[in-house]
């Protein structure tokens, strides 16, 4: 049983006819063994399930964060509040001393003499005579607290003093939890009456063989139950057969081979840096872990830096690793899409390893998406072949293209029940006399009238000055090359992989053959993104979120492109984009692009003019402004100029009195200037998004804590 009860992916995105060359890239792996080593930040699983995870702003990373005031508190250097304690204490035992040595006078006296009796004051009544001494005490013990509330001793005490030891002591020394509110005892399987697979479970944990993975795959299968998507009864057969491994992934694996960045799979996050303690981020962010989840990629991210800012490193491989985690915990599909050898993972972190160009994949890539319809099929890959070439304005669009090839796709299928081939495409866009009179022949034959019509219209098109069909047989021509002759193959001899897939939890790396065919793979690039958005938005479970990585969208945003972006949100799913700069992306859809992804990055080594559309779409904040003005002092008697005299002698400047002037501006987050010359080396400038509609202002964080 699968952890959201579908079945077994590795039956739905591809033939059972292996590629013949090669050996197979993907081979099933068992489960994890036990005795499961400790979580990547150094604590057990029980210490990772039972440390607190409290309520945070969008971003923070909420393992173990301690949450912070929204305003930064006056805080006192240690060295002036000390040295102000010590005075303080002086200045009232001197004042002390010479009141109670007359020094002073007897004046602070006299209110014991007019209210106390006179027998008191006169030494007649015994004991009472003695409450004179009290009297003075507490004369004095408000001198005392007078002096410590100017002095600020009450701060001391709690800096320096037993509360401070006692905070300290608190949280070195977590209180156990209770058994009903202990994660690691599954209080939720105990409520519902599935105590024995509860029992199971943290009988497994104890014993050190189960991980994050194992508990968020069971808790996501639990979350299944509950939706009523299969029974209590099969749920906890399964849980008592197979304990920490039950309701693994089809592909049999419990983890990643290798992780190079922390997760927390019990939120979701993945950690990508520390929010750097500087004046321009908020209080409440400075210092603080910073963490992606799928609340937050569901708006989709762009990622704009110049090679060798981090981008893949440092973004799209944490990404990408943790994506992965979800899909193993039956939360997640990912398609992440690089140049070969780019760094995007090892082959055996993913189900299906598409090599484009590469004659040992055992997977093939589907040229058509999956789909059966020839109008979807060619709004796809029109997309892909020209969507850079239509002008981003109103009504530049691929609906001419669409069209030539819907007029071409419909009769091939209907004749041959399958869509053309690259090379058969090719031909049929060229106008080569053959093939169309074969699909002429082939559709009189069965009386097709309809799409005999449309076959007609693409002859008669043919040769006109408008017509797209020419430009269309060039750009299918740069897949028509030796080096792709065994992939985009339509007759069922290979292994195609198709986005379809996606209502599953799998894993899909592709990669683009980059060197020598740049612009194949940007159309490639395309093709996937335009198969990406058209999948998701025919999904039918929803609940599983789908994330599309492309490490390099050079030529990859068009309009249609941007307009799918838009409608992502709302199909829990989300794309991840990279650009070496925002020249790679037409001028007219910078501004759309931006403003279709909620979360935005800019890293270290932006230019100006980048730096530009990022402190526009960011906007400006209201804050305080304080204006220093030195004004020099005209002394106006002879003695106060002899006194700036000397004192400009003793110090080397002329007196001045200092006036500061406060006042409310309004001005840029982040201005072009501090994009491209203010952000540290390995560091980036991020703002956040979540799907509920939260924000996170731009922040300056460190990729390398």
């Not at 002329?654 to 491209?676: D, F, G």
Request: proline share 8%; with cysteine; net charge neutral.
């Amino acid at each position: 049983m699968d952890s959201d009860g579908t079945r077994d992916t590795r039956g739905t995105h591809a033939n059972p006819v292996p590629r013949p060359a090669g050996p197979p890239v993907v081979p099933p792996r068992p489960a994890r063994a036990p005795g499961v080593p400790p979580l990547p930040d150094g604590s057990g699983f029980l210490g990772w399930l039972r440390t607190p995870r409290p309520e945070a702003a969008p971003g923070v990373w909420r393992f173990g964060h301690r949450p912070r005031p929204e305003q930064e508190p006056e805080r006192i250097p240690t060295r002036q509040l000390l040295s102000g304690a010590v005075i303080g204490f002086l200045c009232g035992w001197l004042l002390c001393s010479l009141l109670y040595n007359g020094f002073l006078g007897g004046f602070w006296l006299w209110p014991w003499f007019v209210l106390a009796p006179d027998s008191w004051t006169l030494g007649q009544a015994g004991w009472l005579s003695q409450l004179s001494y009290v009297y003075e005490v507490l004369f004095f013990a408000g001198i005392f607290a007078i002096f410590g509330k100017i002095s600020r001793w009450g701060e001391v005490w709690r800096r320096f003093g037993p509360p401070a030891w006692q905070q300290k002591a608190a949280a070195s020394h977590e209180p156990a939890p209770l058994p009903e509110q202990d994660p690691v005892e599954w209080p939720q399987l105990r409520a519902a009456g599935a105590v024995d697979a509860a029992e199971r479970l943290a009988a497994d944990a104890r014993a050190g063989v189960m991980r994050d993975v194992d508990h968020a795959r069971i808790l996501r299968a639990w979350q299944g139950v509950r939706g009523g998507r299969f029974s209590l009864a099969t749920f906890t057969g399964t849980v008592l057969k197979d304990g920490a491994a039950a309701c693994v992934h089809p592909s049999g694996a419990r983890d990643l081979p290798g992780r190079i960045a922390r997760h927390d799979l019990l939120t979701g996050q993945v950690r990508l840096g520390t929010t750097a303690d500087d004046a321009r981020n908020p209080y409440a962010y400075r210092g603080t872990g910073l963490g992606l989840d799928p609340e937050l990629l569901g708006t989709s991210l762009v990622a704009v830096g110049p090679a060798g800012s981090g981008k893949t490193g440092t973004v799209v491989r944490p990404l990408a690793e943790s994506l992965c985690l979800h899909a193993l915990a039956g939360r997640a599909a990912v398609v992440v899409v690089g140049a070969a050898g780019a760094g995007l993972g090892p082959a055996d972190a993913y189900d299906v390893v598409v090599q484009i160009g590469n004659p040992e994949s055992v997977y093939d890539l589907d040229l058509y998406g999956g789909t059966t319809d020839p109008d979807e099929a060619a709004a796809v890959l029109a997309e892909a072949l020209v969507g850079d070439l239509a002008e981003p304005h109103q009504g530049g669009d691929t609906r001419r293209s669409t069209t030539v090839l819907a007029q071409l796709l419909g009769p091939f299928r209907a004749v041959h029940g399958r869509f053309p081939s690259v090379p058969e495409l090719r031909q049929l866009l060229d106008g080569a006399p053959a093939p169309l009179a074969a699909l002429r022949k082939g559709l009189q034959a069965s009386g097709q009238e309809s799409l005999l019509r449309e076959l007609d219209a693409r002859e008669r098109q043919m040769g006109n000055p408008g017509d797209v069909g020419g430009i269309l047989a060039d750009r299918v021509a740069l897949l028509d090359r030796p080096a792709f002759a065994a992939f985009f193959d339509t007759s069922g001899q290979s292994r195609p992989f198709s986005l379809k897939a996606l209502d599953h939890p799998v894993r899909v790396r592709i990669d683009l053959p980059q060197r020598g065919h740049a612009d194949a793979s940007r159309m490639l690039a395309r093709l996937v993104l335009a198969q990406f958005t058209a999948s998701v938005a025919v999904r039918e479970d929803r609940s599983l979120f789908a994330c599309l990585v492309l490490d390099d969208a050079t030529g990859v945003v068009t309009p249609e492109a941007v307009r799918g972006i838009q409608r992502l949100r709302s199909g829990n799913a989300g794309v991840v984009l990279t650009l070496r700069t925002l020249d790679d992306v037409p001028r007219p859809l910078r501004g759309p692009l931006l403003g279709a992804t909620g979360c935005r990055m800019a890293l270290s080594g932006l230019t100006p003019w980048d730096g530009q559309d990022f402190a526009e779409v960011w906007g400006k904040e209201w804050i305080e402004a304080r204006d220093v003005t030195d004004r020099q002092i005209i002394a106006e008697t002879p003695a106060g100029k002899v006194l700036h005299a000397v004192r400009q002698v003793i110090t080397g400047k002329a007196p001045t009195a200092r006036a500061v002037t406060v006042r409310q501006v309004e001005r840029e987050r982040w201005s072009a200037s501090e994009l491209a010359h203010g952000v540290p080396p390995g560091h980036a400038v991020l703002s956040l998004t979540s799907v509920k509609g939260e924000h996170a202002p731009p922040l300056l964080v460190d990729l390398r804590g």
